[in-house]
């Protein structure tokens, strides 16, 4: 679709388009000078296209002086004819590469500074933190910007798949209460409310499950999750999920709904190879015995990037010691355990032997998936988050809402949600989920280009009621 400034994305350009008068916008990709005739590679968004200065032509003098003061990122607007290019000089490289257009105008809309690293190579060559810093041209490569596109598609082609299978996408708020996943909250503190603190959510969890009770049989969101996790290389503080959410069903329903979106995926949006479908499945026990690990990697052949193996891993359980040896729930507390296993809450040194309806969906190795049949009883569920070491009037305070939402009437529910930039890392073969995030938190936990965390106005700190204590440790 054309714009008042231009006629025609550079990717809509084919053979047909001969003779035709064009206009074009874009950044000089590079500029090559043979001496009367002038060589311009236009990039946008869609393609690059040559455009030729031919000096001997009816082209201006004045035009053809322009041409030559181009540098490479300016960004240019350019008038001229399609023409075919002579059969030796086709480019068989370029999408575009059996045409080119003839320039007749050039107008300079805007200059550039040398780029303070080169974007015609995929990146991996130049330092991290300088990437995220320049993020906006890092993200002009290639390889990035092919990364965007497939982020694009993929959330495309989960909206039309879900919504043709009866899902509603339902965004849930981001100001929130705690809701344990695990790890730390980031918290914002409320001006209207002095000494009280809002909690970004760690997934949409309890929001999702509260949808179930209000009627919403199936739901799901790209749900924007924040975790304040210990830093690490492969780590980043906040994350898209697949978040979905389905009432009256078992098990089977949500892996084999997950397994067809992923195939779907995989197969028509990244372009690769299964390795086994149905997806195999192994129990958690059978994982750790096999492979002691609950996220293997069945890869027959570690070096092909174009198979991905997926699997299955069911069975988790319900509770697992953390490090400072005190219980936490192996997936989340709203997990039901087995029914079969039940009476064991009431067994203090039995329980790390509750089962729960957990699952996870691991690919090369990756956890990629996870969720859980829930727990909708509400009796249960206090015994669960006592067993986890909650008083009764904390499990009131902390999880008063749902408890007291389970009272008017829940459909037995499960879901589960997915880490979008992990499994496209993975998907894609990637080696770090900074890759496919357009603007990442880097490893020391700051955002890309405006370096957050960052001081405030003293003025807004008192209206936050918040003081500094500056002797801290
Ligand atoms: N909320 C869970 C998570 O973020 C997923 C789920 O149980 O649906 O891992």
Redesign the pocket.
């Known amino acids: 679709m054309p714009t008042l400034m231009k006629s025609h994305y550079i990717g809509e350009l084919t053979k047909k388009e001969k003779g035709k008068a064009v206009t074009l916008c874009g950044w000089v990709n590079s500029r090559r000078d043979h001496g009367g005739l002038i060589f311009i590679d236009l990039r946008d968004s869609t393609g690059i296209v040559q455009v030729v200065f031919d000096k001997s032509s009816k082209l201006k003098n004045q035009v053809y002086k322009l041409a030559s003061s181009l540098r490479p990122e300016w960004v240019i607007q350019v008038k001229g004819k399609i023409e075919t290019r002579p059969e030796s000089m086709v480019n068989p490289k370029l999408a575009t590469g059996e045409i080119e257009v003839k320039a007749e105008k050039l107008n300079i809309l805007s200059k550039s500074k040398t780029l303070p690293f080169e974007i015609d190579k995929d990146g991996y060559e130049v330092k991290e933190d300088l990437r995220l810093k320049y993020r906006y041209l890092d993200l002009r490569r290639k390889r990035m910007s092919r990364n965007i596109k497939i982020r694009h598609q993929v959330k495309n082609f989960t909206r039309d798949f879900l919504a043709k299978k009866g899902f509603i996408e339902i965004d849930t708020p981001i100001l929130s209460k705690s ?1 344990p ?1 695990g790890a730390r909250d980031f918290l914002v503190p409320s001006r209207h409310h002095p000494e009280k603190f809002y909690a970004l959510p ?4 309890q929001y ?1 499950q509260l949808l179930m009770v209000a009627g919403v049989e199936k739901y799901f969101q790209f ?1 924007h ?1 924040f975790r304040d996790e210990d830093l690490r290389a492969d780590r980043v503080l906040e994350f898209d ?1 697949w ?3 389905m009432s009256f069903v078992e098990q089977e329903d949500i892996l084999n709904l997950t397994e067809e979106l992923v195939t779907g995926i995989v197969e028509k949006v990244i372009k690769k190879k299964i390795q086994e479908k149905p997806f195999p499945r192994l129990t958690y026990q059978e994982a750790m015995t096999k492979y002691k690990t609950d996220d293997p990697d069945l890869r027959k052949d570690k070096k092909n990037p174009n198979i991905l193996a997926f699997v299955w891993i069911t069975d988790f359980p319900m509770f697992e010691k953390k490090e400072d040896g005190t219980l936490g729930a192996a ?2 507390p ?2 039901a355990p087995y029914d079969e296993d039940i009476y064991l809450l009431d067994k203090p040194e039995k329980l790390l032997e509750i089962r729960a309806k ?1 699952y996870d969906l691991v690919l090369n190795s990756h956890e990629v ?4 049949i ?1 727990n909708h009883d509400p009796k249960i569920l206090v015994k669960v988050f006592q067993a986890l070491g909650y008083s009764k009037q904390e499990v009131r305070k902390r999880f008063g809402h749902l408890l007291s939402a389970f009272e008017y009437g829940v459909p037995p529910h ?4 997915g ?1 979008f930039a992990r499994f496209l890392m993975a998907s894609l073969g990637e080696k770090n989920i900074r890759e496919v995030i357009p603007f990442p938190t880097t490893r020391k936990g700051t955002t890309s280009v405006m370096d957050a965390p960052s001081k405030v106005d003293p003025k807004q700190l008192k209206e936050l009621h918040i003081k500094i204590d500056r002797g801290r440790k």
Request: charge should be negative; charged fraction near 20%; aromatic fraction near 8%.
């Open positions: 809701t996943e760690q997934s949409p969890q999702k749900g999750c999920q978040d979905i959410e997936h989340h709203f997990t957990q998936f996870g969720g859980s829930r499960g879901g589960i949600a880490g």
